[in-house]
């Protein structure tokens, strides 16, 4: 079973996911039970292959690993591919980092992944702590 904590428009959601069938989700939000039915069948075996190789992505405050873009004003934001729960962070703000060091460790799908800055820059914010659960796309740290 999978949790997240989801804030939408200020209200704070626990989502507990408990069983993953094709298109049907049984999960419990803030220990409600649901069945959800998503748009496109969810393949274990898709999610895992995705999962195998650690992207590279610009550090960026938050929990997640996408990689993005580098922004010059804003900083280069290191996102989540995938959702998941982080295991450790390896770097604080002001620490200066190079392209391909890996900033944290997120575990998704039961595998380790290990998060990279695809930048050289320094630390300007870290959005996640040992034990965030984060949702695909959430920024995880920005490099300025």
């Known amino acids: 079973m999978k949790n997240f904590k989801f804030k939408i428009n200020g209200t ?5 996911i408990n069983e993953v069938e094709g298109q049907e989700i049984s999960l419990d939000v803030n220990g ?10 969810m393949k274990q075996k898709q999610v895992v292959m995705q ?10 405050p938050s929990g997640a690993v996408q990689k993005s873009a580098p922004a010059a004003a804003a900083g ?23 392209a391909g060091q890996t900033v944290v460790l997120l575990e998704a799908m039961k595998m380790e992944n290990n998060i990279e800055a695809d930048v050289e820059g320094t630390v300007t914010e870290v959005k996640v702590r040992k034990g965030d659960s984060v949702l695909e796309g959430d920024v995880m740290v920005v490099i300025g």
């Open 76 to 98: 280069s934001k290191v996102t989540t591919p995938l959702p998941g729960t982080i295991l450790d962070v390896f770097v604080n703000v002001g620490d200066k980092v190079k």
């Open 32 to 41: 409600t039970p649901y069945k959800v039915t998503v748009d496109k069948e």
């Open 51 to 60: 999962t195998r190789t650690a992207p590279k992505v610009a550090a960026a």
């Open 12 to 16: 704070e959601y626990s989502v507990d």
